[in-house]
């Protein structure tokens, strides 16, 4: 029952509770003025600007009858009349009967002891009735007051209006005695005659948000299906549905009343696109389902769920955990949005239980997966809209982490495979993971969405964040591309210090002999000038044997060279690689046991003091340059990743955060590259201009340009009929 608020504001209470915390006193005094001062605003206040408590109904009824009389007043004088039980006599609305009814005591009548008031759906509370006031008498019902009814009911709900059906009944003293009790135990068999008298229709306005149509838009585009269940009657939900945008077609309720019968309900209900279902209909369909087996139950409302507009009418919440059990044996993720105790089931049963903030019953809050604090029904869309994009950037950044790892994983594979010098240190490959990848990685939490994201249809149940398209993508596209730069870098820096991509292949498992430290290279010499070599039976021996691994060959008594740390770096690897079958001293120079290229490079290490050309630091100087390379690849990566579907000209960048971790990214790399003690400490280099990962710019503008490419056929290319066309499936992640 509505009653209106007496409470004061809410503000002129935080304002009480204030002064309470001061003073005691002082708070008691300024309350009980502060109640007289509202009390009389109260009563100055037009009664339509006055708050109400109570649902929406019964807070229009009451400001619809204050005008005619104080509500207030009214209710004083009406007195209840009693049940068996000794409680009120009266009958609290439910969806299941649809009325709710009160009977008062009226002592000052002397032919009647009670009259019994009925509301409730017009159709219902109608054929209670067998007679009719018109103009303040009553006259028995006749077929012109049943057409009247039927016509002014009509009008309403055409209008989207929610119309209530009035009766009232009297209980004469003869039959009825003032202590009477009333049993009113099944609101559906009631102990006495149903000889009630027509009052009227009222119709109520309960106009939907401005943004709900725009909202319902939005869903269509995105693939959601948007299900009206409504307590109203049908014509009114299908005038509803028409106005917020749920219904675009004919209705089949439209359809039946244009052939004026000609056409069954169901007939109509078959050929129309958007349809109502009542209430009734339901209640046939789950009889209809009555000892078929399992697997055959619900199909008359899976047929109803596949039409594409649809509207349930007079439902009960039996229906709609009926309704929603049917959504999901079609596969459907179902939302389901509810206020009412009674609507717990159906939000409990559903995917996702929505709860309304405001209006929600408890038990609906507590049943619920989510609760919307405004009541608002464009906040769901706003939710969906932000969950696509959440889930859309976990896969750009994934996408984005995930690449890296093959242009890291990779030159593990050829250093085990063809055995040559490590291109990336595992040092660098925690420099990129845990360094230059995290900022770019992060920023991606604060990508705003594709400007398609509500066009798209769901993605599958099934469907996870990391997924054989998204990894295929990283992994043997973008990653592949990356690798390819970096692998050119890092040849084309070694070759520049003087060793050729052939003289790589299986180095490391290559005999070395260590020159002393002060031999200086000389191609006539017959050891390259190499003092630390003796021929020892046709076989090249080390005079000053180091305490390390040795590896012999037919002619070549040598020992592994040192490229990961600095032992030899004061070694010219031109000496130490020795072949060939010495038979004396003074016998042929030897051969070198590798092709060295011509050094175009002639840069002095800061870490050994020596030319870097054929020494192990032209590793060192590769690694960085690989490790560089990565780095600017992956800046077009994130570039990449930054849409999906769209390209990149309609994303922009307008990613601020973004910006930020590119700054930091290439700041760490100049950090990395470019101070003493971390090249100390992790072994990189200061590389110059046209080693700083440069040759890697051409594979940078590939990757934008192959992934602009992909991103265009997936929107491009000839779709099947309501299918996604070859590249969405396959190359889509």
Known sequence: MAVFSTAMPEKMEMKLEQLREKSEDEYERAKAQKEAEWKQTLSKMPYYQREVIGDASETALIKFFQPLGDILDMRNKMTLGKRFDGTESKIVFSSAYKFAMQIFATPDDPEYSHYGYMKGAPEIVFKKCTSMMVNGVEQPMSEHHRSEFRKANKTFAKN????????????????????????????????????????????LIDPPRDAVPDSID??????????????????????????????????????????????????????????????????????????????????????????????????????????????????????VTGDGVNDSPAIKQADIGIAMGITGSDVAKDSADMILLNDDFSAI?????????????????ICYTLTSNIPELVPFLMFIIIAMPLPLSTVLILCVDIGTDIFPGVSFAYEESELDIMTRMPRAAHEHLVSKKLMCVAYIQMGIVQSCGGFLTFFLVMNDFGFTPQSLVRLITKPYIPHNPGDVYDPNHPFFGNSNVQCDNGILKAINKPDRESIDTDDVNGFTLDWLFTIDIDQDTRMGFLANNCAATTGPKVKALIDFATCNV??????????????TEALKYGQTSFFFSIVITQFSNSLSCKTRILSLSYQGLGNQFMMLGWSIEFALTFFLGYCRPIN??????????????????????????????????????????????????????
């Open 381 to 397: 869309v706003l939710g969906i809209e932000e969950g696509r994009k959440i889930f859309d950037n976990l896969k750009k950044s």
């Open 218 to 335: 939005k869903c269509k585009t995105a693939g959601i299906k948007v299900i009206m269940v409504t307590g109203d009657q049908q014509l009114t939900a299908s005038a509803i549905a028409k106005k917020i945008g749920i219904f675009e077609d004919e209705s089949s309720i439209e359809m039946y009343d244009k052939f004026n019968g000609q056409k069954s309900m169901d007939e109509c209900v078959a050929e129309s696109n958007a349809i109502v279902i009542n209430g009734d209909m339901l209640t046939q369909a789950v009889r209809e389902d009555e000892g078929l087996p399992e697997n055959e139950k619900g199909k008359k409302l899976e047929k109803w769920l596949k039409k594409p507009q649809i509207v349930f009418a007079r439902t009960s919440p039996a229906q709609k955990l009926y309704i929603v059990k049917g959504c999901q044996r079609l596969g459907y993720t179902v939302a």
């Open 680 to 733: 100390h400490v992790f072994n990189t280099r200061d590389v110059h201009f046209f080693h700083y990962g440069i040759f890697a710019v051409f594979f940078s503008i590939l990757m934008l340009c192959y992934d602009e490419t992909r991103k265009f056929l997936i929107r491009n290319y000839k779709k099947p009929k309501d299918r996604p066309n070859w590249f969405e499936l396959n190359a889509l992640y």
């Open 602 to 615: 002639f840069q002095i290490s800061p870490i050994s003091g020596r030319p870097i050309c054929y020494s």
């Open 160 to 203: 989207g209006e929610r119309v209530l059906g009035f009766t009232y009944m009297k209980f004469p003293r003869s039959r009825y005695p003032d202590d009477h009790q009333f049993e009113l135990i099944d609101p559906k068999n009631l102990e006495f005659p149903l000889e009630f008298c027509f009052l009227g229709l009222v119709s």
